[in-house]
Nanobody, 120 residues
Framework: VQLQASGGGLVQAGGSLRLSCTAS????????MGWYRQAPGKQRDPVAS???????SYADSVKGRFTISRDNAKNTVYLQMNSLKPEDTAIYYC???????????????WGQGTLVTVSS
C-alpha cells in the first residue's frame, strides 16, 4: 500500500490550496483517512479526519477554513485549505487505515508529505 500526497506549494496569506492523497497498491478497503501537519521544530499534529461514512473532525485551529473530503471510488482524500495563514506553514502528511486484502487486518499507512508554505 502506498499513499501519494500532492498539492502543496507556496501561497500568500489569505490564499487557498487543495491537497490530494491517493492510496494505491493492494487496497481492499479503507476506513479513516486524514491529514496531519508538522511545522519546523514541532511535533506532528492532526489537522482533519474523515471516516468511511464521511463523518469529519477538525483541529480547532483550522475549523471554518479547511474542508476534508474523500472519493471512495478513487481511494483519495482531499484537504481544501482556504484563508491560509503563515502559521499553517508545515509539511502535510496524509494517513489512512487500510485493509490490503480480505484476509488482512486494517493497518495505518502514511503518505510522504507535501510542503505548504504561506507567506505573509
Amino acid at each position: 500500500v502506498q499513499l501519494q500526497a500532492s498539492g502543496g506549494g507556496l501561497v500568500q496569506a489569505g490564499g487557498s490550496l487543495r491537497l490530494s492523497c491517493t492510496a494505491s497498491g493492494s487496497v481492499f478497503d479503507i476506513r479513516d483517512m486524514g491529514w496531519y501537519r508538522q511545522a519546523p521544530g514541532k511535533q506532528r499534529d492532526p489537522v482533519a479526519s474523515i471516516t468511511s461514512d464521511f463523518a469529519t473532525s477538525y483541529a480547532d485551529s483550522v475549523k471554518g477554513r479547511f474542508t476534508i473530503s474523500r472519493d471512495n471510488a478513487k481511494n483519495t482524500v482531499y484537504l481544501q485549505m482556504n484563508s491560509l495563514k503563515p502559521e499553517d506553514t508545515a509539511i502535510y502528511y496524509c494517513d489512512a487505515r487500510v485493509r490490503p486484502s480480505p484476509v488482512d487486518d486494517y493497518d495505518f499507512y502514511w503518505g510522504q508529505g507535501t510542503l505548504v508554505t504561506v507567506s505573509s
